[in-house]
């Protein structure tokens, strides 16, 4: 049995990027490699990656952490210093981000 409670904690993270038009295919490789290590983080719940099927420029991310505390150190990681900040970032035309918690 599923504890429903638990399962509706933490923090929700949405992204949404968009990438320089030329740089789709590098952005989708960084992205290959980082996601199987954000997934393997201790206070990570959910972690997942979309791609636009009409617009593959377009990208949609999906993450629910324990806590602040595990946004904090997701963000502090080596994986996302540098494939997020030091590759992908300089290769996007849009990138926003909300935090969001559950009802």
């Keep these: 049995m599923v ?4 399962s509706r904690d933490g923090i929700v993270v949405t992204a949404f ?3 320089k038009p030329e740089e789709v295919g590098a952005v989708l490789e960084i992205l290959k490699r980082f996601l199987p290590q954000a997934q393997r983080e201790p206070g ?3 972690f997942e990656i979309h791609q636009s099927l009409t617009e593959p ?3 949609f991310f999906y993450e629910v952490f324990r806590d602040e ?3 904090g150190a997701h963000q502090q990681s080596e994986h ?7 590759e992908a970032l300089p290769k ?4 926003e981000r909300a935090q ?4």
């Excluded at 996302?80 to 030091?86: A, E, M």
């Design 17 to 19: 990027w968009e990438t």
């Design 69 to 71: 505390a595990a946004f």
């Design 3 to 6: 504890d429903v409670k638990s």
């Design 100 to 103: 969001h918690k559950f009802v």
């Design 57 to 59: 420029a377009k990208f």
């Design 92 to 95: 996007l035309a849009k990138r």
């Design 80 to 86: 996302f210093r540098t494939l997020i900040q030091g």
């Design 44 to 46: 990570v719940k959910t």
